[in-house]
Nanobody
Framework: QVQLVESGGGSVQAGGSLRLSCAAS????????MAWFRQAPGKEREGVAS????????YYVDSVKGRFTISRDNAKNTVYLQMNSLKPEDTAIYYC???????????????WGQGTQVTVAS
């Protein structure tokens, strides 16, 4: 079992920055991908960014390219999502996910965090 705990959400003005953290614990030897998803009210859960733990390759959805950065600290078993130049349309609950491979589809992931709210005011 793997436990994921997100932190770092909050409210910011448009143009501001936030850094989300996802701390992983438990048995993760089968996992090779960490990802961030988000879900806004009335919308489907959307893959925002992902990273292969073995090779470090990353993926970003077009809407966040150049603004968001996914990174990891292996010593802390933590994955981060640095979010800069935030826009009101980035407002959503952000979830950390872990799986054996990276995918933009939520169903591919085995473990999920509880989510953290990000609100961007115009």
């Amino acid at each position: 079992q793997v436990q994921l705990v997100e932190s770092g959400g909050g409210s910011v003005q448009a143009g501001g920055s936030l850094r989300l953290s996802c701390a992983a614990s438990g048995s993760s030897y089968k996992l090779d991908c960490m990802a961030w998803f988000r879900q806004a009210p009335g919308k489907e859960r959307e893959g925002v960014a992902s990273m292969y733990l073995s090779g470090g390759s990353t993926y970003y959805v077009d809407s966040v390219k150049g603004r968001f950065t996914i990174s990891r600290d292996n010593a802390k078993n933590t994955v981060y999502l640095q979010m800069n130049s935030l826009k009101p349309e980035d407002t959503a609950i952000y979830y950390c996910a872990a799986g054996s491979y990276c995918s933009r589809y939520a169903r591919a992931y085995d473990y999920w965090g509880q989510g953290t709210q990000v609100t961007v005011a115009s």
